[in-house]
């Protein structure tokens, strides 16, 4: 079972596999503010034709372009502007260039 927590918006384009125990977050759940800024929730926008694999943890914030793969256990926050990557690690980042899924 996945975990949507949606405060703000999450956009999930078409032709997207969200494997297994992921979790998609856009909020803090709280209040912190430093040098007169506060926290605030920010969207999650995935594109067209993504796998997300399991464990996965999408945080506030984040965008994964159409055609990428998010490999398992890989915590992602950001913008990702590389379509058709494979994208992963804790932090993620972009590892591969050029893939495609099927």
């Not at 956009?11 to 969200?18: E, K, S």
């Not at 605030?40 to 999408?58: L, R, S, T």
């Not at 990428?68 to 590892?95: D, H, M, W, Y």
Request: net charge neutral; hydrophobic share 40%.
């Amino acid at each position: 079972m996945s975990i949507f927590v949606i405060c703000h918006k999450l956009v999930i384009g078409d032709d997207c596999v969200i494997s297994w125990n992921c979790q998609f977050l856009d909020e803090d759940f709280h209040s912190i503010t430093y040098e007169g800024k506060q926290n605030k929730p920010a969207e999650i926008i995935i594109g067209n034709h993504v796998w997300v694999g399991c464990d996965v943890k999408i945080y506030k914030g984040t965008v994964i372009p159409s055609g990428c793969v998010i490999a398992a256990g890989s915590i992602v926050r950001g913008v990702f502007t590389q379509e058709n990557s494979l994208i992963g690690g804790n932090p993620a980042k972009n590892i591969k260039p050029a893939i495609s899924w099927a």
